[in-house]
């Protein structure tokens, strides 16, 4: 329940983001709150990472978030205010695997890749047929 005090500021709009969470997630807001892992030497991967990330549907990108951290979508605040800040590992997997996750850490742990084309295709079949355990 939401106390008196704050619900007579929120209009019918804040109050639905409020319950249902952010409903668009842009790629300035993922940039900005995704750490990228190793740090050095990777802007390429990086780079064709937030490409990949920016062609994708505002439902292919909620899946993407659902897969790395667990959750049906994002709190009031937006990707800012998730308890743990989402991190993509590169290099972590063997050439050729698909992508995995952490969901208690939101971790994403991605395998060797050369094109966007072929980071897309095994994003998009991590988040289609994976069994996510849902956290809220």
């Keep these: 329940k939401i106390p008196r005090k ?10 639905k983001n409020f319950l249902k ?7 300035f807001e993922f940039r900005n709150n995704v750490e990228f892992i190793p740090r050095s030497g990777k802007m390429k991967k990086v780079s064709i990472f937030l490409s990949v990330f920016d062609q994708f ?9 659902r897969f790395i951290t667990g959750r ?8 800012w ?3 743990n800040h989402i991190a993509v590992h590169f290099n972590r997997l063997p050439s050729g695997k698909l992508p995995t996750s952490q969901t208690c850490y939101s ?8 094109s966007q084309d072929e980071l897309k295709n095994s994003l ?11 956290i809220d």
């Excluded at 704050?6 to 109050?15: E, G, Q, T």
């Excluded at 971790?107 to 050369?114: D, K, Q, V």
């Design 124 to 134: 998009l079949k991590a988040i289609e047929y994976c069994d996510t355990l849902e």
């Design 72 to 79: 049906r979508g994002l709190p009031f605040g937006g990707l």
């Design 81 to 83: 205010e998730l308890p």
């Design 107 to 114: 971790s994403l742990y991605l395998s060797s890749f050369h």
């Design 6 to 15: 704050i619900s007579k500021y929120l209009n019918l709009i804040d109050l």
């Design 57 to 65: 549907t505002q439902e292919e990108r909620f899946k993407l978030i």
């Design 21 to 27: 969470g952010a409903q668009i997630i842009s790629t």
